[in-house]
Each structure stands twice: as structure tokens, then as C-alpha cells.
């Protein structure tokens, strides 16, 4: 069976009441829900709570859940929407909207010169490009983030963020595309390279 017959036997045993059904679903996933919300959301304490609002939020859409997407990916998307309306709540960014497409999107090589040669400057140097990564994440629209999170972090495909954001596989590309530039645009006094090196 695949993860995702397996997920969706679960789900059926849990829609006939069998709560031990979805507290395996919990047990599996709650982890990796953990880590893409506190993509969003800084405090850990903040994070458990709004992942367990998900799971309840889940729990009780149950019912409507018809299979026609992986668990994961509709979790994914209640945790999301829970997500947002918790920073909304709390009066932190308000998600924006940012829309264009490119076809330039798999110009981003992964930096190679960065592995670590475990030297005190280069220690000090992995540390602020850590923290200017985050940082720059931080400050990049609701989209975009949610973009290059499901892609870098996730390790989803292009067609699985196209289906979980509900928009073009052309308009995921840019996002994404847009996201790494705005990331190396950061990166970039850290780095020492030209303005036009694309990572």
C-alpha cells in the first residue's frame, strides 16, 4: 500500500468513529505540521497550539473529506488557513497578494561554495546566513513564503504546490522564482558575489 492508501484507510476508519484511526493520523503528521507552521509562526508554544486547533478543525471536517487529494494536502490547507487567521487574530501580517508569471524559475542553484569547512569564520559566517535566510523568508509576501516552504522544506513538486495553493503551475514557478531572488538579494552582501550571480 501507498502512504496515501494507507492515510486514506485511516481516514475511512476514522469517518466510521474510530477516533484511534485519527489519532494515528495525528501521530504520524503533527511533526511535520509542527515544522510548516512555525515557518509562519515564531513562538513554539503558539505553533503546538494553532497545530492542535488544525487537528480539531480536521477532525470535525472529517466527514466532508472525499479523497480526491492526499491527507496530507488537505491538512496542509486547514493548517494553513488555521494559521492565517491566527496571525490575523493576533494583528501581525495580514496576508498580501502578489501575482505575476515567469518561466525563469529553475534558475536557482543551490550554493555549493556554502558546506561547511569547519573553520570560527566560517562557523560565524553559516550563522548569519541562517539568520539572513530566515529573516529574508520572514519579509517575503504570504505567497511567495508559502511557496518556496512547500518546495524547499516540503520537498513538493511543482504540480503538487500548483494543486495545494489552487493556482497555475506557471504562477508557482514565479513564486517561487521571486522568493529565491528576494532570499539571494539578501544573501548576496554575506556572499560577496555580483548582482547578477543567481544562486
Request: proline residues 4%; glycine residues 4%.
Amino acid at each position: 500500500m501507498t502512504e496515501r492508501e494507507i492515510d486514506q484507510a485511516l481516514v475511512e476508519r476514522a469517518q466510521k468513529g474510530d477516533k484511534q484511526a485519527f489519532e494515528q493520523l495525528v501521530g504520524k503528521y503533527q511533526r511535520k505540521l509542527g515544522r510548516l507552521l512555525s515557518r509562519f509562526i515564531r513562538d513554539h508554544a503558539e505553533v503546538e497550539d494553532v497545530a492542535q486547533e488544525a487537528f480539531i478543525k480536521a477532525y470535525r471536517a472529517l466527514p466532508t473529506f472525499r479523497g480526491e487529494s492526499a491527507f496530507y494536502t488537505w491538512l496542509y490547507r486547514i493548517g494553513i488557513n488555521t494559521a492565517k487567521n491566527h496571525l490575523v487574530a493576533k494583528g501581525r501580517r495580514a496576508p498580501t497578494s502578489t501575482e505575476f508569471d515567469t518561466d525563469e524559475a529553475e534558475s536557482f542553484e543551490d550554493a555549493e561554495h556554502l558546506h561547511d569547512i569547519n573553520t570560527p569564520e566560517r562557523l560565524l559566517q553559516s550563522k548569519q546566513i541562517g539568520q539572513t535566510v530566515n529573516a529574508a523568508m520572514e519579509a517575503l509576501p504570504e505567497e511567495l513564503r508559502n511557496a518556496i516552504v512547500l518546495r524547499e522544506i516540503e520537498g513538493l513538486s511543482y504540480e503538487e504546490i500548483a494543486v495545494e495553493m489552487n493556482c497555475p503551475i506557471g504562477t508557482v514557478r514565479s513564486r517561487i522564482f521571486r522568493a529565491r531572488e528576494a532570499v539571494a538579494e539578501k544573501l548576496r552582501p554575506l556572499l560577496d558575489t555580483a548582482p547578477d550571480h543567481r544562486w
